[in-house]
């Protein structure tokens, strides 16, 4: 199903066979109740949707990433994959921890830098509590250092990975993603956390 | 005029349903462990820096039936400001972070923080109440005594949200910090299989 500019609903054949795309349902075709509106309402409402596994949002832009839409999606209990950026928005390692023990699946989309920052929130989520949270990291200028020649995220992001013991795979093409699936399903099984780390091209 | 912090917990105590999710972190977990937790209730000890009021805001998006009410410190939320911007920008309408401000990082020896005059080169006090307001938050209110804040707080607590507090506490040195009431992770799993039954 087409939903103009933004969403998508895909269907497979598996058992749990729908994914969505990214979304917004509201009338106004930016943040606020006021404004431009969109040109038709949206096709289905939120509520009408078939059964959701997974919510893909690609980007912050308003007319993309809505957070009503959101709000009224996370209730349906799907998993949420967003992209870098937004994982910075929401405090990652804080919200996906308050998802998780409010009994949704979190996934944590940051870069190496991201990962710097989330030092305690980290330690606290994974070591203390103990929750089994899952982040896909990008690896910045692991293939090209074309804009950032030197890049420290090269020196520091593995050790960093290995100082808070987080068991991770890192994948370096599209070839190897049958892997990220893998550890996604291995962490997810034995419920532990784990981590994939992605190697990113340009800054 | 401030109020004791026993006090400010205890009118919450008192006015809190029987199936919110209470989140306490710091000074307002020492105190809600004497009042007695619920099993739905969150002692957030340890602590992350700051984290409380994501892990509400967490809570909040994936317990939409639930009210959720964190009550936070100011140093604490002095750690983590960009989350009263996250939590207005997801607006759960069942969210309440109650800012207990008493000036001071209470539990390493009542240093004041930078947001209280007293730890300013100059000026008064971060007004946390006009933050919260201008960061986006639909209910926001302050209290400078505890009849005040008793007297409001059903009304208050049940205000479509996000709702943000500030109650004005009294500092008290030398109290101790919270004792952790047991192993996180035990608890973690009790506090998801509490909520998951009712």
Known sequence: ?203 | MSMQLRSAMRALHSARHDDDIVITTMGAAREWMILGPRDTDLVFVPSSMGQATSVALGLALAQPQRRVIVVNGDGSMLMNLGSLVSITAAAPANLVVILADNGVYEVTGSQATPGAAAGRAGGAAVDFAAMARACGFQSVHQFATSAEWTRAIKGVLSAAGPTFVALDVVSVPGTPGPRSPGPAAARAKAFMAAISEQ
């Open chain 1, 1 to 203: 199903m087409w939903s103009p500019s933004c969403c998508q609903n895909v269907r497979t054949s598996g058992a749990h066979g729908s994914v969505r795309g990214n979304g917004k349902f509201r009338m106004y075709a930016w943040p606020f109740d006021v404004g431009p509106k969109r040109l038709h309402p949206a096709p289905i409402a939120i509520e009408a949707l078939p059964p959701i596994d997974a919510v893909l949002i690609t980007h912050d832009h308003y007319d993309h990433l809505d957070m009503r839409s959101v709000q009224r999606l996370a209730q349906r209990g799907a998993a949420f994959y967003v992209p870098l950026g937004i994982g910075a928005h929401l405090q990652a390692w804080g919200v996906a921890a308050g998802l998780y023990l409010g009994g949704a699946t979190p996934l944590v989309l940051i870069q190496c830098t991201g990962l710097f920052e989330s030092g305690d929130a980290l330690r606290n989520a994974l070591h203390d509590w103990k929750l089994p949270l899952f982040a896909i990291i990008g690896y910045r200028s692991y293939l090209n250092q074309e804009t950032l020649p030197g890049d420290t995220c090269l020196v520091f992001t593995e050790p960093i990975l290995d100082a808070w013991r987080v068991g991770y795979r890192f994948i370096t093409a599209p070839s190897q993603l049958d892997e990220m699936r893998a550890h996604l399903t291995k962490c997810r099984t034995a419920g532990e956390p784990g981590v994939v780390l992605i190697a990113e091209g340009k800054a």
